[in-house]
């Protein structure tokens, strides 16, 4: 299967799309609290964003609640504001003071910066998994939407943001099961051998328990989870 050059770049702003409604009377989203959130879970998260920062405007365009955008860059959603891709690079975090509904659980509030987190990481080549392209858009979107919901996935599994609400918890694993089953789909369809490689950098859907995992501190070890 060709591995191009391109990569998830292009794909962000649909890649970053969150799982609950936005309620236009919620309380403010601020850089600084987020940036303060991706701190307490990583403390190399300026490694890989440069910017914590709001956006053209204040208030989220439809179906984006945040996204990556190149060092200065305003809309997520403008392929030529799209973030940049190489070792090393670093890429902004646009977010809008109406990022997080009223009822989304403290949990839910660390679960979000971490799935861009780990967008900006990949970007970097911060992780060893592949950054390729298979040539088709949505094999693309799937292919990146399923690693980054699948880190958020095992993360939550693990306890590390807390307890998520039962709608949290089936958003997570509901958007992580249909881009799993979208980019596998399409390798058994083109080369059903390749899925040895590139599975095993995906959790099986469904290994989130029925039960709320117990909280537990954040722990930088929890980064070496998919390397």
């Not at 794909?11 to 009377?25: K, N, R």
């Not at 990949?122 to 699948?150: K, N, T």
């Not at 509901?174 to 959790?203: C, I, N, T």
């Amino acid at each position: 299967m060709a591995s191009a050059r391109r990569t998830c770049r292009a794909l962000l702003p649909a890649l970053l799309v969150a799982a609950l409604p936005a309620i236009a009377s919620g309380p403010l989203t601020t850089p600084e609290e987020t940036a303060a959130t991706l701190a307490s879970l990583h403390p190399d998260y300026g490694d890989y964003i440069a910017q914590v920062r709001f956006g053209d405007r204040r208030a989220k365009p439809p179906g984006i609640d945040a996204g990556l955008v190149r060092p200065g860059g305003g809309d997520p959603r403008d392929p030529e504001e799209g973030p940049l891709m190489g070792r090393g690079q670093r890429n902004d975090l646009i977010i809008y003071a109406d990022t997080f509904a009223p009822e989304a659980s403290a949990a839910w509030r660390r679960l979000l910066p971490d799935h861009e987190y780990f967008h900006a990481r990949h970007l970097a080549r911060g992780f060893d998994i592949p950054a390729v392209s298979f040539g088709e858009a949505q094999a693309d979107r799937d292919y990146c939407e399923a690693l980054a919901w699948g880190w958020v996935l095992r993360r939550a599994v693990e306890g590390i943001y807390g307890t998520l609400s039962a709608r949290e918890r089936a958003e997570v694993e509901d958007l992580y099961s249909r881009h799993f089953e979208g980019f596998h789909r399409f390798v058994m369809r083109r080369q059903p051998a390749a899925w040895a490689h590139y599975g095993r950098f995906l959790p099986p859907p469904g290994i989130m328990s029925a039960e709320p995992v117990a909280a537990r501190a954040p722990s930088p070890e929890a980064d070496r989870a998919l390397r």
